[in-house]
DNA sequence: TGCCGCCGGTACCGTTGGGGCATGGAGACG
DNA sequence: CGTCTCCATGCCCCAACGGTACCGGCGGCA
């Protein structure tokens, strides 16, 4: 199977329409048609149920999708780490890592920090992306190393070591009654009259139905909290660069949350190594 | 990036040699050289150092080949895994499990068992294999979940579930003069003259350097131990089908042994998942 | 030192097959 | 029943893959 097939059959399989995914691929729709029926041959499977109207992926179909996907970040993955490893031995870019927009920021510096002052030390850059977007950059080679915070992210298919585990405290507009409370339970978040948990685009980059703002990073949260239009429960860590018209109070029965420095399994490289030796000494 | 362009590097990578890389690919040298060449072209980085008597791999080569087969491995799973759905709406095959040769013998045929009697189970193959290559196969696709033993196996790259955890004990012929104790230490068992642990072949198919007799499986080892060529140390499970001229004693300071179901991170089978909850529930 | 052999690259050519355009054919809809 | 939508088919062209023949560099050997 090449991979032109497989991205010609994930587009058909994502549209469920021919003449579209034509388009996004940049060719015309027979050349389309005839490639995804030869791929059906060669696999002796069939993949999409068609009628004149309408387009369904068969059982097969759904397993190809999801592990064409993943085939395809594999490849990906390949070109551009042998891409950064030529650059690498030009000197500049050394390692990627990604983790959440406004999250763990005080032991991120302290990381960096950190590392910058091993001897062999590489260049780090960081990425900041949205919630659920780092396993993605990960597997397709955009990052070599994340932060990921547990429960709310997946360690699925990466290697992990755990950095810190923290409670979490709700987060409320400076003044707020609540406030002069030493510590909350998660009940008396809940009940809050007008401030519901905002909502986060989940890995398809769309909203969950439901009341509260959609957000997409902390800085807009805060904002939207500062206003008095949400609250939000988040990891202790974030009291560090809290804005000022922000408190924040413990609320003893909410889970913990788990701060792991993750990274694909297969990594052989010398520097991300250092890197996590680096975290797990903090 | 094509998968062909990968196999072919893949080839050169292996052999260092574009002729012998030519023959197992079934092609001519020359479109072997050109289609290299046009990868390092379109890349913009050398993979190869070539001089008209070597072939030596570059920084960039040496990661490409480490994910180029991550790469194939998973396109190759991608083709296996669909082809597999497709049979399984006709019924046969439904899930392969992967254990190694003469491992948890007990536990692997309540866990069948027990699946067996599951409503909506499916038909479930059991693969042998040697040492290390559950790894392999659950990533190409060949098997879907598999038996691991931490810390001989590493679950890297795999989801898992902890099953049990064991101690181990000295295999040793019968009436062998250390049969005679309730227990041993690590140092009795590597004190025993003429009795060294067996050697087993690694990842890539070769054996250590070393003393002690080299070993495919459990069966070869067992026939070793009786003819008092060598000792091992094994988990305590062994017991159950050990053989009559054959006795163990545990070992009281060796590490403990645990047992892991370990499939594929991103999974999405209704089958695996039961078998899977079978597994925990034991 | 000059010949030979090994090895990778280059030149050239035939053929496969991917892609474009035009068209066919089946089903939904008014 | 005409029309529209959408996937499949027929036909053509050309890029590119693979094969054969040959070149050039380099080490070994007499």
Known sequence: METRELRYFVAVAEELHFGRAAQRLGIAQPPLSRAIAQLERRLGV???????RAVALTEAGSVLL?????????????ERRTRRAALAGAGQPGLVLVTKAGASGELLSKLLDAY???????????????????????????ADVALLHRPFDSTVGLDSEELRTEGQVVVLPAGHPLTAQAQVRMADVAALPGLPPPRRPGPDGT????????????AQLYQLI???RASAVLPESCRADLRRD???????????????????????SLALAGLIRTAIRL
């Open 246 to 268: 922000l408190a924040a109070v413990p609320v003893v029965d909410a889970p913990t949350v788990t701060t792991v420095i993750a990274w694909p399994p297969h990594s052989r």
């Open 207 to 218: 909203y969950p139905d439901g009341p509260g703002p959609q957000i997409r990073d902390n």
């Open 66 to 78: 999801v592990e064409g996907r993943a085939a395809l970040d594999a490849v990906e993955a390949a």
């Open 116 to 142: 910058a002052s091993e001897p062999g030390a590489v260049p780090v850059d960081v990425l900041l992306c949205g919630v659920g977007e780092q396993e993605r950059l990960l597997r397709d080679g955009r």
């Open 226 to 228: 500062a206003l008095g």
């Open 46 to 52: 069939a993949l999409l149920e068609r009628t004149s």
